[in-house]
Antibody
Framework: EVQLVESGGGLVQPGRSLKLSCLAS????????MNWIRQAPGKGLEWVAS????????YYADTVKGRFTISRDNAKNTLYLQMTSLRSEDTALYYC????????????WGQGVMVTVSS | EIVLTQSPTTMAASPGEKVTITCRAS?????MHWYQQKPGASPKPWIY???KLASGVPNRFSGSGSGTSYSLTISSMETEDTATYYC?????????FGGGTKLELK
């Protein structure tokens, strides 16, 4: 069974940093592109960042470019999102999601981890 | 960045009623994907590559469209279909979602 379990969220002050993790199981992690997608409270979905299976290709939404860094450790089956210079508008539930090979949608999602940016 | 506009934003349908949700793209896209999200739950893939049903999705759902106009249709509304539906596209290494359509039971 495919499982994606996010962790590392919490309350953080504006301007500070936070690192999210997503532990994958039930599939060969190193074969899949992975993504972070967020959802502000009561709002819609926003794609944040994408990383290819071997980390060769990395893309970011304009809203986080230069502040967030996506990475992965295939040996540990773990996806990361390093978030710096956090703003109140980064407050959201952050999901990690798998992208199937040769497709551009997201077939498995984690349960999400909440990040609240507030003083 | 391609912007996706869904309509309507909210709608209510009676059991057995036909439902159509539309997603319009600001530029032409190759495929459209759809997700279903219920309160407190993660989104689920629902329709991918415009018209393919994800695993477990009832065949009363269908997807169609091309270019800048796509739609998700429910042939006969059922209680369990109440949810928010999001469209999503990929273009030029950027993924975007529509704002969502909340479907309620009348």
């Amino acid at each position: 069974e495919v499982q994606l379990v996010e962790s590392g969220g919490g309350l953080v002050q504006p301007g500070r940093s936070l690192k999210l993790s997503c532990l994958a199981s039930g599939f060969t992690f190193s074969n899949y592109g992975m993504n972070w997608i967020r959802q502000a409270p009561g709002k819609g979905l926003e794609w944040v960042a994408s990383i290819s299976s071997s980390s060769s290709y990395i893309y970011y939404a304009d809203t986080v470019k230069g502040r967030f860094t996506i990475s992965r450790d295939n040996a540990k089956n773990t996806l990361y999102l390093q978030m710096t210079s956090l703003r109140s508008e980064d407050t959201a539930l952050y999901y990690c999601a798998r992208r199937p090979y040769r497709y551009n949608y997201f077939d498995y999602w984690g349960q999400g981890v909440m990040v609240t940016v507030s003083s | 960045e391609i912007v996706l506009t869904q309509s309507p934003t909210t709608m209510a349908a009676s059991p057995g009623e036909k439902v159509t949700i539309t997603c319009r793209a600001s530029s032409s896209v190759s495929y459209m994907h759809w997700y279903q999200q219920k309160p407190g739950a993660s989104p689920k893939p629902w329709i991918y590559d415009t018209s393919k049903l994800a695993s477990g999705v009832p065949n009363r759902f269908s997807g169609s469209g091309s270019g800048t106009s796509y739609s998700l249709t429910i042939s006969s509304m059922e209680t369990e279909d109440t949810a928010t539906y999001y469209c999503q596209q990929w273009s030029s290494n950027s993924w975007t979602f529509g704002g969502g359509t909340k479907l309620e039971l009348k």
